[in-house]
């Protein structure tokens, strides 16, 4: 049962665009939801993160949004860079049940065109 | 300051062997987990340790164990390896009370 779930397994988006990669969760008790990106040979880097008690969460070029209503979140870049080009990770935690292990999700590859 | 440190980064193992994977966490970490991440798949939660004890475990089998030592660096030991075992092993720290965990490289193992 994937508690987590990325629909989208690869997006592609012009340099200076918007890239807009979504999330979808299934357990109600997931109370905080993080972001991370890969790259090929690294390990998950920490992007972003939110909690419930929010809706916005905005660090520079990246803002996560959550819909708890919809059980849905997402990430969106702007203005999107080639760096950026990588797999990005959504994750959920339930962390008010004491528990701090992540689910996540099965990744969306991102590639920035120039 | 030295993030997180995973050895050996890749690793190949015979079916039935055991294997060890090492873990240190980034400075200041005292509480580490462990995931497995197949390919195409996303990380899956083995288990958590702090304070030397396993605080929380996910669905893998007993031949999952692990360790943490008293300097917070931690061990993941696999028995009886399987050809399904074969995956990339992920080591994250954190502070206990800290949802943002911070990832080291991971071990990239294969069993033939």
């Known amino acids: 049962d994937q508690q987590v779930k990325q629909n989208s397994p690869s997006l592609s988006v012009q340099e200076g665009r918007i890239s807009i990669l979504n999330c979808d969760y299934t357990?109600?008790?997931?109370?905080?939801f993080l972001w991370y990106k890969k790259y090929p040979a690294e390990g998950p880097t920490f992007l972003i993160s939110?909690?419930?008690?929010?809706d916005k969460n905005e660090d520079g070029r990246f803002t996560v949004f959550l819909n708890k209503s919809a059980k849905h979140l997402s990430l969106h870049i702007v203005p999107s860079q080639p760096g950026d080009s990588a797999v990005y990770f959504c994750?959920?935690?339930?962390?008010?049940?004491?528990?701090?292990?992540?689910?996540f999700g099965t990744g969306t590859r991102l590639k920035v065109l120039a | 300051d030295a993030g997180v440190t995973q050895s050996p980064t890749h690793l190949i193992k015979t079916r039935g062997q055991q294997v060890t994977l090492r873990c240190s966490p980034k400075?200041?970490?005292?509480?580490v987990s462990w995931y497995q991440q197949a390919l195409g798949q996303g990380p899956q939660f083995i288990f958590q340790y702090y304070e030397e004890e396993e605080r929380q475990r996910g669905n893998f089998p007993d031949r999952f164990s692990g360790h943490q030592f008293p300097n917070y660096s931690s061990e993941l030991n696999v028995n009886a390896l399987l050809l399904g075992d074969s995956a990339l092993y992920l080591c994250a720290s954190s502070l206990p009370h800290n949802t943002e965990a911070f990832f080291g490289q991971g071990t990239r193992l294969t069993v033939v």
């Open positions: 994750a959920a935690s339930p962390t008010t049940s004491g528990t701090y292990k992540y689910i």
């Open positions: 400075s200041g970490h005292d509480t």
């Open positions: 357990n109600s008790m997931f109370d905080y």
């Open positions: 939110i909690s419930s008690i929010k």
